[in-house]
């Protein structure tokens, strides 16, 4: 493409294979309108843990959210395909990426590619409007309004994402105005994991921590979201 021409925005339909997606530009839609604007969201979500003895909880982070791509089309066939119905020409072919693909038992995967954005997810909502028809009603321009959820393999997230906690067991003495959801929060990064701590160490009252205790702080491992101790 030489500099100053106009990129048209792409939407890759792909395939999986084992958690990859792949693609093709053999099997792909290209729109006619470019979109004036598109929107990328990224939230976090968090709870709330109650701790004995605080006035309010604790929010600890959960987990992230996919991120969303949300942008709106124009679509034509009056301009340029003469008078073509568009839902042969554009519509149904996007209505095929929100439909359960058959061989996935799930909608396919998507890459949409404009410029310097390139974003891989998955069609999550789809909502059309027609706005011009010809003379015998047939739909010649329309609005899509198209949102998409990223997909990210697990494998590529755990590489990412790497919990951190002790790998050894270790030992603490415990100095006044210490507690063991602020430890457990320093040790695992997880308030919540005070437990471990007080069932290690056969403290029955997470609020009166002796000073001057060799407190333990055990190893711990993951299966899945829970944690294992090994005191």
Same mark, same amino acid.
């Given at each position: 493409?030489?500099?100053?021409e !106009?990129?048209k925005?792409?939407?890759?339909v792909? #395939?999986l294979?084992g958690?990859?997606?792949?693609?093709? #530009?053999?099997?792909?839609i290209i729109?006619?309108f470019n979109p %004036?604007?598109?929107?990328?969201e990224? #939230?976090?979500?968090?709870s709330?843990?109650?701790i004995?003895g605080?006035?309010?909880?604790i929010?600890q982070f959960g987990s992230?959210?996919?991120? %969303?791509?949300?942008?709106?089309?124009?679509?034509?066939?009056?301009a340029?395909?003469?008078?073509?119905?568009?839902?042969?020409?554009?519509i149904?072919?996007? !209505?095929q990426l929100i439909k359960?693909?058959?061989?996935?038992?799930?909608?396919?995967?998507c890459?949409?590619?404009w410029?310097?954005?390139e974003?891989?997810?998955v069609?999550?909502s789809l909502s059309?409007?027609?706005t011009?028809f010809l003379?015998?009603? #047939?739909p010649?321009r329309?609005? &899509?309004?198209?949102?998409?959820k990223?997909?990210i393999?697990v494998?590529v997230?755990l590489?990412? %994402?790497k919990?951190a906690?002790p790998?050894?067991?270790k030992e603490?003495?415990l100095?006044?105005?210490?507690?063991?959801?602020?430890?457990?929060?320093?040790a695992y990064g997880?308030?919540?994991?005070?437990?471990? &701590?007080a069932e290690?160490n056969g403290?029955d009252d997470p609020r009166?921590?002796p000073?001057g205790?060799v407190?333990?702080?055990?190893a711990? %491992?993951?299966k899945?979201?829970?944690?294992?101790?090994h005191?």
């Amino acid at each position: 493409m030489k500099n100053g021409e !106009e990129k048209k925005l792409e939407i890759m339909v792909g #395939t999986l294979n084992g958690n990859k997606a792949r693609f093709s #530009t053999n099997n792909s839609i290209i729109v006619a309108f470019n979109p %004036t604007e598109y929107s990328l969201e990224k #939230t976090n979500g968090f709870s709330e843990s109650a701790i004995p003895g605080l006035d309010a909880p604790i929010i600890q982070f959960g987990s992230g959210k996919a991120r %969303t791509l949300s942008l709106e089309l124009l679509i034509d066939t009056y301009a340029y395909d003469n008078g073509e119905d568009i839902r042969k020409k554009y519509i149904e072919r996007i !209505e095929q990426l929100i439909k359960v693909d058959g061989n996935l038992h799930a909608p396919p995967p998507c890459k949409v590619v404009w410029g310097s954005l390139e974003f891989i997810g998955v069609l999550e909502s789809l909502s059309k409007k027609h706005t011009m028809f010809l003379g015998d009603g #047939t739909p010649v321009r329309a609005r &899509l309004s198209l949102k998409f959820k990223e997909y990210i393999p697990v494998d590529v997230q755990l590489k990412a %994402t790497k919990r951190a906690s002790p790998d050894k067991r270790k030992e603490y003495v415990l100095k006044e105005g210490d507690s063991l959801w602020q430890l457990a929060h320093q040790a695992y990064g997880d308030a919540r994991l005070w437990r471990v &701590l007080a069932e290690a160490n056969g403290l029955d009252d997470p609020r009166q921590v002796p000073i001057g205790k060799v407190l333990v702080v055990p190893a711990l %491992t993951w299966k899945g979201r829970e944690a294992i101790s090994h005191a």
